[in-house]
């Protein structure tokens, strides 16, 4: 009898350690696909954003070309960036658009557009272009938060 139950209760506490590291291993699944999830959402958002401001920035009406890339900018990035690169321009600190590290746009750039996560950064990419003055790759890196650019290097 005693043993009875002693192997009644050895099966019961298999069964919950069983349900226990099935649980687990859902949780950590569930927080891989996740991460998965906000990575490739993050590089569709910059994507977006590089390349409708890219293109936008070879409009040659310069008025409309402004109204939009502000709009975009709006649309995509932190306000404290925002802020951040108009105090630079404001104190003449920067010459050169921040988000192409250039003052002018071209369709190479456009072409040649890519963006990679970084290994062992959360939220952190590289966005690689090539310009029409030289055969260097323009390399930015670019931080996500909340679904908005929140910094640039």
Do not use: W
């Not at 490739?40 to 402004?66: D, P, Q, W």
């Amino acid at each position: 009898m005693k043993r009875r139950h002693l192997f009644f209760i050895v099966i019961v506490l298999l069964i919950i350690s069983c349900k226990k590291n099935d649980e687990k291993n859902k949780t950590e699944l569930s927080s891989t696909d996740t991460k998965i999830a906000d990575e490739s959402n993050s590089k569709e958002i910059l994507n977006a954003f590089y390349v409708a401001y890219l293109h936008e920035f070879t409009n040659s009406n310069l008025k409309e070309s402004e109204r939009k890339l502000d709009s975009l900018k709006n649309k995509y990035c932190k306000k404290t960036l925002l802020d951040s690169i108009s105090n630079e321009f404001e104190n003449n600190e920067l010459d050169y658009d921040p988000f192409i590290n250039a003052q002018d746009v071209s369709e190479k750039m456009i072409e040649s557009l890519s963006i990679e996560n970084v290994v062992g950064q959360k939220n952190k990419f590289q966005v690689k272009f090539h310009d029409d003055s030289s055969e260097n790759k323009t390399n930015i890196m670019v931080t996500i938060t909340d679904g908005k650019i929140a910094a640039l290097k």
